[in-house]
């Protein structure tokens, strides 16, 4: 595990470490579990943009070129 060096003001660190404390953790946990979340973030995003242009590409779909949305008929329900 890397070790990083932060710069941050001075107000915003007193308040992330009485949520920390509130929270019954470390300031640490606290930014290494946001950074964890982030990044995996990242990638389930790429994975379901992925996925999304796969269907759109292989799609058997033929609506016609022609085909307009209705909203009447969206919202018929």
Do not use: C, H
Not at 10 to 31: C, F, Q, W, Y
Request: proline share 1%; aromatic share 6%; hydrophobic share 40%.
């Amino acid at each position: 595990m890397k070790n990083i060096t932060l710069a941050i003001d001075d107000g915003v660190l007193e308040k992330a470490r009485a949520v920390a404390e509130k929270r019954g953790t470390t300031l640490n946990a606290i930014v290494r579990d946001y950074l964890t979340l982030l990044s995996t973030e990242e990638q389930r995003w790429a994975r379901s943009k992925a996925r999304l242009k796969d269907l759109m590409d292989n799609s058997t779909a033929d609506i016609g070129p022609d085909f307009k949305w209705n909203r009447d008929e969206l919202y018929d329900d």
